[in-house]
């Protein structure tokens, strides 16, 4: 009796899940929709042959197009600013900035792309539900992305949807090395009007500039 309750519960969910073309549509059309948006986000990086992992915590921002801001707060501070022309880390402790041209990150990374307003999920990636469980335990979708450039440094994403606004609340990914990364969000803010002045950054005198190919 257990048993068939156990598959009869699962043949119910799954009658509930939306179209898979109609999750994606509607994960795409919110985004191209969105001019603006920051959210909380917790950063889990948990490397391999260490077995260790590592949290870090800040506020990310993005404006439409190709403009975001990483503000890590903790544990140390650190800022990934990126525009359409250049991007920017700065390690305000070691009193250092990393330059590189904003084309190399747009071109290599496809869900940059997307949150930042340039990229197509469908032209990008192909998508399933996650199996063998397509929802979490709240009933927020779970998707996975297999991205269609060749040579990605992850052979996909999972991405946790909204089950009702369908914005992003998660993502993580294994790289070919086998570290995971997972980003959560929270407190998620869409059109707020964020300046462009954000997105510009003028190293502090007597920070140490590198230039990345």
Same mark, same amino acid.
């Given at each position: 009796m257990f048993c068939w309750l156990i598959i009869f519960a699962a043949a119910a969910a799954a009658a509930e899940m939306p179209p898979l073309a109609e999750t994606v549509a509607r994960l795409q059309q919110i985004y191209e929709?969105? $001019? &603006? @948006? /920051?959210?909380? @986000?917790? /950063? $889990?990086?948990?490397?391999?042959? #260490? !077995?260790k992992t590592e949290v870090e915590e800040g506020v990310v921002y993005f404006k439409n197009p190709r403009q975001m801001l990483w503000d890590y707060q903790k544990p140390k501070a650190k800022k990934l600013i990126i525009n359409a022309q250049k991007a920017w880390l700065y390690l305000p402790q070691d009193k250092t900035v990393y330059t590189q041209d904003a &084309? !190399? #990150?747009f071109k290599s990374e496809a %869900? #940059?792309? @997307? %949150?930042?307003g340039l990229g197509k999920l469908t032209e990008d990636f192909t998508i399933r539900y996650a199996a063998p469980a397509a929802t979490d335990r709240k009933g927020h979708y779970l998707l996975q992305l297999y991205p269609r450039e060749k040579g990605a440094s992850y052979a996909y994403l999972q991405m946790t949807l909204d089950k009702n606004s369908f914005q992003i609340l998660e993502v993580s990914f294994d790289d070919v090395m086998g570290n995971t990364t997972r980003l959560k969000f929270s407190a998620i803010k869409m059109n707020a009007g964020l300046s462009a002045k954000m997105f510009q950054f003028q190293p502090p005198s007597g920070t140490s500039i590198f230039k990345m190919p």
């Open positions: 929709r969105t $001019e &603006d @948006f /920051q959210a909380s @986000f917790v /950063q $889990e990086t948990t490397v391999k042959s #260490i !077995r &084309d !190399r #990150i %869900l #940059i792309r @997307f %949150l930042s």
